[in-house]
């Protein structure tokens, strides 16, 4: 286990070449002087360097390996968008600058907000979220605001049992009481059922498209009919949107409200390497409700506008987070309509390849074809006394990052598989292969799995102790009451 | 409680009627699948509950599950000793480890759940 860099300071060291002040210092009178050491560790700059170095070298990451994590759509991020947003013009820029200093960057996010608008078919994009379930909150707040206008008080969203588990959260956030709407026999929602569950207290039914089981529904026409006719609004979770660029506009198809993850479908990073970007789309009706500022355009010069009075507010100090957007921006001007099209199709060609590579190892609930993911199950291996989570430990061992499990909640023993459409034949048939050979190994010897992962830098971690009692002060600190 | 006179839920709960009081849990089966719990939420006692509506949650390391009411009635006691030490429940799922105590408006509805050899049964089902 790699020692906090708390542990690894040493009192008097220091790698800051920030000279001594000679300024006169000046009593604020208002201020209140810090009492002691603020407990920044004290480290020179090469230990510091190499205590980063040491803890990215444990680390695995798309630029180690293949990483299929299920509905994370880990795709590589170019290296000409880390480029790009690192042009000075652009990481210089502070938020308070004045307009005029910063048309380039109001262009730039002008751009964006537009390509997304085509992408989806909305009429509207707000940039502002930062994050998929950010803007799953924002769309939820821009339904509420819509009602409240309307003058309805509606109460209930519809959230089907393959949608992202962030949905149902969002929903009750926002004060509306989700509902739970079951899938049929084929992992897709029953227009039936819809149609008896879809009535005057229906605010929105939310829609993770494809689903989470990595299906399109198929009635996708239907159901839109059947939520606009009870007076609700559609909003799609646009996280799967890596299946559809280019193949279907979620807003010609009738979807009022959306977010697309810039951190997944456009190829900027995710997590430690993020941050993330949750851009919000909406349908004419519900322009007016995006959060300000909006930029605008006229006379060929961009400004930062405020006074919008249908405007559900700020939903994020300044712009969102900016230099993400120059790194989606650059994406999608360097692939292009027609790049993101084949990207779309790359990503469900991949995934339909390695469903069959997996299919006869492992259960495939919902055989037939699937979009850009799809979901197995490790419940053909209980009987030999192996679990889902044991297989994906083994993952590990073969230097391979496991695939998302035990999601969707409908599937037993899940394990939800994403290759995307950047890895090419030969790195999926590596993947199947390593999942044939752990099946095999479940059969023959089920005790290498339990003990899985013996490569690693750590073994199996004791979770359910980390999340009974977890230790959140590094060693030595003095905790504060109530955070250990 | 004798397990054999209990009934039992497709959600893999148990409930045994005591005089009127249903105390209820979930199975052997459902705290195995489960693994190790790690938080539960639970009403307050007083409040009134709908036979099948969501009563509260049990969130374990892989997964969270849902917990729903078999019966209709009236919350009269929380195990708080769960809720403080959720490990319990994988110790001994069936005795101290159960959930909720609930005073039924409508003892008939335990027969619209699954016996102790129906639930044998479908738990049989659910191996293949």
């Known amino acids: 286990m790699s020692t906090t860099i708390f542990e690894k300071g040493t009192a008097g060291k220091s790698g800051s070449f ?25 480290i020179g700059e090469q230990d510091l360097i190499r205590h980063f170095v040491e803890l990215a070298s444990k680390n695995y990451h798309i630029d180690k390996g293949m990483y299929p994590l299920g509905s994370c759509t880990m795709k590589y991020n170019p290296v000409i968008n880390e480029e790009v947003a690192g042009l000075g013009g652009f990481t210089g820029l502070h938020p308070l600058q004045s307009e005029e200093d910063v048309q380039g960057a109001l262009e730039l996010m002008y751009e964006l907000e537009s390509d997304l608008c085509e992408i989806c078919g909305m009429s509207a994009f707000s940039l502002q979220p930062v994050a998929g379930a950010h803007g799953e909150l924002t769309g939820m707040m821009i339904a509420r605001d819509w009602f409240r206008r ?8 519809l959230v089907p049992d393959s949608a992202h588990g962030t949905n149902p959260a969002s929903v ?6 989700p509902k739970t709407i079951p899938s049929n026999e084929a992992g897709l929602i029953d227009p039936e059922v819809l149609e008896r569950e879809a009535g005057g207290d229906t605010a929105v039914l939310m829609l993770t498209l494809p689903n989470t089981l990595g299906l399109f529904e198929r009635d996708i026409e239907r159901i839109i009919r059947i939520v606009h006719d009870a007076g609700a609004l559609i909003y799609m979770d646009g996280a799967n949107m890596n299946a559809l660029l280019g193949i279907v506009r979620p807003g010609a198809i009738g979807v009022d409200i959306m977010h697309v993850n810039l951190h997944k479908t456009f190829s900027t990073p995710h997590g430690g390497g993020g941050p993330g970007s949750g851009p919000i789309g909406v349908r004419e009706h519900l322009a007016g409700l995006l959060p300000v500022p909006r930029i605008v355009k006229e006379n060929g010069r961009f400004s930062l506008k405020e006074d919008i009075g ?24 360097a692939l292009g309509g027609e790049g993101l099209r084949e990207a779309s199709e790359n990503a469900i060609i991949n995934a339909n390849y390695l469903m069959k590579k997996v299919e006869p190892h492992y259960d495939i609930k919902y055989p037939g074809r699937c979009m850009h993911e799809f979901v197995a199950s490790g419940r053909n291996l209980k009987k030999f006394g192996v679990k889902t989570v044991d297989v994906a430990k083994r993952l590990l061992d073969y230097g391979l ?9 409908i599937v037993e023993e899940a394990l939800m598989i994403e290759p995307v459409e950047t890895e090419k034949k030969e790195t999926l048939d590596h993947f199947a292969d390593v ?30 102790s980390a999340a009974r009692s977890p230790e959140l002060c590094w060693p030595g600190e003095e905790c504060m009451p109530g955070e250990a | 409680m004798v397990p054999e006179e209990c009934t039992y839920t497709k959600e893999h709960e148990w409930v045994c009627n005591e005089g009127g009081v249903a105390v209820i849990g979930i199975s052997e089966y459902a705290a195995v699948e489960l693994g190790d719990i790690v938080y539960i939420e639970l009403p307050e006692s007083g409040s009134n509950v709908k036979q099948m509506d969501p009563i509260g949650t049990i969130e374990a390391v892989k997964t969270v599950a849902e917990l729903f009411s078999p019966v209709s009635g009236e919350i009269i ?14 110790r001994d799922p069936f005795e101290e480890g159960w959930f909720i105590k609930i005073r039924m408006s409508d003892p008939g509805e335990l027969d619209n759940l699954f016996s102790f050899e129906e639930y044998s049964e479908f738990l049989g089902e659910q191996e293949d």
């Open chain 1, 172 to 177: 009750v956030i926002c004060g509306f009481t």
């Open chain 1, 401 to 409: 990052h496991a695939p998302t499990v035990y999601f969707p909640l």
């Open chain 1, 310 to 333: 249908e405007s559900i507010g700020r939903v994020h100090p300044w712009f969102g987070n900016f230099n993400v957007f120059v790194k989606a921006y650059a994406y999608i001007k």
């Open chain 1, 18 to 42: 920030i000279s001594a002040n000679d300024c006169p210092v000046e009593d604020l009178g208002f201020a209140r002087p810090r009492g002691g050491e603020i407990g920044l560790p004290r």
């Open chain 2, 77 to 90: 006691e929380v195990n708080e000793a769960i809720i403080e030490h959720p490990e319990i429940v994988n």
């Open chain 1, 150 to 157: 309307m003058g309805e008080n509606r109460k209930t969203v």
């Open chain 1, 435 to 464: 999942m044939a050979a752990i099946a095999k190994e479940a059969e023959e010897d089920p005790e290498i799995l339990h003990e899985a992962p013996v490569t690693t830098p750590v073994r199996r971690l004791d979770e359910a």
